[in-house]
């Protein structure tokens, strides 16, 4: 049973440039979460979706970024027009369920640097 | 405004001595903490959870205990091994809540051999 699957696992993009980061969650999860880890910080939440619907964009800056969780095929978090401050860890996670008391399982992330 | 907070950023224990992680939190809504694991270049590995009924749940060589009156929890991992190096990250949600993770700024565990 294949664990979460990011690609790619490393992203390099030019300033203006979009870059484009993939995730399929685990086998039977329909949850996905995506977090976003600066250098020397924790993992700040971005966007809770299920299959076709955005259930929490809280965490999502206001411009320039969306996600997106189709009825076929992998999540995809869309940054346009990256700039340099875009440069982290962004990790995709998924869960069996969306209520708050079960783990997640986390990808090994996709390393954006912009130049 | 950081609701989970990790106040060590790093810390060294020998070998076989028990490595004790501490985690803070302000928001009384939280009622489901975890700790997870991570090596460099790797996404964070789930370790152990506690909900807020419980005051204690154990696995193996790791232990976590939860002071609700407190609002502080803590890993212990013993005996503690050279495999056990890495970052760990405290984190927190609401059972009733969407299933968002608020996540500490990790501490960096070292255990020297």
């Known amino acids: 049973n294949a664990g979460v699957m990011q690609n790619p696992r490393h992203l390099v993009r030019r300033r203006g440039q979009e870059a484009r980061l993939r995730c399929s969650p685990m086998?039977?999860?329909?949850?996905v979460y995506w977090y976003r880890q600066l250098p020397e910080e924790g993992l700040k939440f971005m966007v809770y979706?299920?299959?076709?619907?955005?259930?929490?964009e809280s965490g999502m800056p206001k411009e320039r970024f969306s996600a997106e969780f189709p009825k076929e095929g992998p999540s995809i978090l869309r940054i346009q027009q990256v700039v340099r401050g875009d440069s982290a860890a962004y990790f995709c996670?998924?869960?069996?369920?969306?209520?708050?008391?079960?783990?997640?399982?986390f990808g090994q992330g996709t390393r954006l640097t912009v130049v | 405004d950081q609701q989970v907070k990790q106040n060590s950023p790093s810390l060294s224990v020998q070998e076989g001595r028990i490595s004790i992680l501490n985690c803070d939190y302000t928001?009384?809504?939280?009622?489901?903490f975890l700790w997870y694991k991570k090596y460099p270049a790797e996404g964070p590995t789930f370790l152990i959870s506690?909900?807020?009924?419980?005051d204690k749940n154990e696995d193996g060589r790791f232990t976590v205990f939860l002071n609700k009156s407190a609002k502080h929890l803590s890993l212990h991992i013993v005996p503690s091994q050279p495999g056990d190096s890495a970052v760990y990250f405290c984190?927190?949600?609401?059972?009733?809540?969407?299933?968002?993770?608020?996540f500490g700024t990790g501490t960096r565990l070292k255990v020297l051999a």
């Open positions: 086998k039977g999860h329909s949850h």
């Open positions: 928001n009384s809504m939280f009622d489901y």
């Open positions: 996670a998924s869960s069996l369920s969306g209520t708050g008391n079960t783990e997640a399982f």
């Open positions: 984190a927190a949600s609401e059972i009733s809540g969407t299933y968002k993770y608020i």
């Open positions: 506690i909900s807020s009924i419980k």
């Open positions: 979706l299920q299959k076709e619907n955005i259930i929490d």
